[in-house]
């Protein structure tokens, strides 16, 4: 069974492989190699296609409980450093972080990507990629140095200019440990990544709130920032034990760096979708509207992103050794968008329908304005539920050009939206980026499946169930909500997500094939579970 560009793309992996130079990770002849000897154990293949399903399987229950031990320590974090700083404090370091996170990206997530997709790869390969991503680490932290007096004039707020200094850093801490966590995602190492992303985590969040309790006001905030780069680049050279060669030979490594070129270019225009409104609200209204409008969008994103990485982050690794395999590919494809869907539509209605209880109890009454912003924005991040899979299939085929020349035609349409927006204030802004965002989903969805194992159909009857039940639970907890406005806050919270969820779960059982479907993301649930727990 032969599908467009399904096979070109696989064969054009092969090929490039076959060009590579160099002792691949996992070969006889690096087993023997005394640089290999402290880490043969970590880099061997014996074993790994056999026991694809059980480590995919592991990887998402080992994964989802480290997310959502990350999403209890950020909601707790973001709930004190609330009340210590100001939303002028977070809209500073907020100016900043969208120009540092724009950077960071275009330095190591391409490159990070193509180690993790590649099939078979070398140890000079790798070393290659690791000495460009640092030597490109340091330049762009030396130009973002020099660039602080320029980013302060940019938003007519002084106080930028130490801010911007500190967090050049970032870029440094970034590049050294980028490649050694990428083999850590090729290899399937979920466990211990998901210990990784704890821990960074708690760490900076402790350190962000001591220093916040002494009155350091938007340093808390850098400290936040600095601290989890720096955690996890601990991580990925203890957890790996490699150590970058001088690389002798660079054959193989322009195909590495097409591919990655391709995605780097993705994941900018990506970011800058999602982060140029806070650069436009910081320069057209000011700081503490930025503060107010980044607040929201980072509560209502974490606990979506949390749903969604620990899929993302198998997904690709294990799609990528599926590639052959059309039938198995389609059969992960589905059950892991079904997965993300049963989740996470409920989720963000609940949010949506809350919005105003959450933020009073999460932030305090200072952010109250930041409560329509969530509740728009909740219905943007339904948009992403079904586009988010789409970088699966782009990469793991090996189609990122093709995702490329997308993002060139859809991301400046978004960015687009913030000016159209920005006449009604920031609840205009997160009303035309939201509109837009479902505009092109259709479009998104169909230039993503074509020509791969997986076809729209899939898409949809992997999503239309639990959108359903969603949207007549919201409209009933919706009629619930209004009746208990008057309440305490905690008591309306308590009510509307009770409501919401009663009427989920009758809906669910009644509808047998819903409730089949979700029967079985449950046993696969399950059966992750037991296996994470058994090491």
């Not at 709130?209 to 991580?235: R, T």
């Amino acid at each position: 069974m032969a599908f467009e560009g399904f096979g070109r793309d696989a064969a054009a992996s092969s090929e490039a492989s076959k060009a590579d130079a160099g002792v691949p990770f996992g070969s006889a002849a690096q087993a023997s190699d005394p640089h290999w000897s402290a880490t043969w154990a970590f880099f061997r293949h014996q074993g790994l296609a056999v026991s694809l399903g059980r480590r995919a399987v592991r990887g998402v229950a080992a994964t989802a409980g480290g997310q959502w031990l990350r999403f209890i320590l950020h909601i707790a974090t973001t709930m004190v450093l609330a009340r210590l700083v100001t939303p002028e404090d977070y809209g500073l370091v907020t100016m900043v972080v969208a120009i540092t996170g724009l950077a960071e990206r275009l330095l190591t997530v391409g490159l990070r990507t193509a180690t993790i997709q590649r099939r078979e790869i070398t140890d000079q390969q790798v070393s290659a990629l690791f000495w460009i991503t640092v030597i490109l680490g340091t330049i762009v932290s030396a130009l973002f140095a020099g660039s602080a007096e320029l980013i302060s004039a940019f938003y007519g707020e002084p106080e930028l200019v130490p801010v911007t200094l500190a967090m050049s850093s970032i870029f440094v801490l970034t590049a050294f440990g980028s490649q050694h966590i990428a083999l850590l995602d090729r290899h399937m190492r979920f466990k211990l990544l998901a210990v990784m992303e704890v821990t960074a985590l708690g760490v900076a969040g402790v350190a962000a709130i001591v220093v916040g309790a002494l009155g350091m006001g938007y340093w808390a905030i850098v400290v936040l920032h600095l601290a989890q780069p720096a955690v996890k680049l601990a991580f990925g050279w203890l957890g790996t034990g490699w150590k970058p060669q001088l690389p002798r030979a660079w054959a193989g490594v322009r195909s590495l760096l097409s591919f990655g070129a391709y995605q780097t270019l993705f994941q900018v225009l990506t970011y800058s979708s999602q982060n140029l409104d806070n650069v436009v609200i910081g320069n057209a209204i000011g700081s503490s509207a930025l503060g107010i409008y980044s607040r929201a969008y980072q509560l209502l994103l974490v606990p979506i992103r949390e749903l969604q990485s620990p899929l993302h982050r198998v997904a690709i690794p294990t799609l990528s050794r599926l590639q052959d395999q059309p039938e198995r590919f389609r059969r992960f494809y589905r059950t892991g968008l079904s997965g993300t869907a049963h989740a996470a539509i409920p989720l963000i209605l609940l949010l949506a329908l809350a919005s105003d209880e959450i933020i009073l109890l999460a932030l305090g009454d200072q952010w109250i304005e930041a409560g329509p912003i969530f509740r728009v924005l909740a219905f943007a991040g339904l948009a992403t539920v079904a586009g988010h899979a789409n970088g699966w299939l782009y990469v793991a085929l090996g189609r990122v050009r093709r995702q490329a020349l997308w993002g060139l035609v859809a991301h400046p349409l978004l960015i687009a939206s913030f000016f159209i927006g920005l006449p009604w204030g920031i609840v205009g802004v997160a009303t035309a980026y939201t509109v837009t965002r479902w505009l092109l989903l259709p479009v998104s969805l169909t230039l993503a499946t074509s020509g791969t194992p997986v076809s729209l159909g899939d898409v949809g009857r992997a999503v239309w169930r639990p959108a359903c039940i969603g949207a007549i639970a919201y409209i009933a907890a919706g009629q619930v909500r209004e009746g208990v406005l008057l309440a305490p806050t905690v008591v309306t919270l308590a009510i509307a997500a009770t409501s919401f969820l009663l009427a989920y779960a009758v809906m669910l059982a009644a509808w047998r094939p819903a409730r089949a479907e979700f029967r079985s993301l449950l046993d696969v649930a399950r059966q992750g579970l037991r296996r994470a727990g058994n090491g």
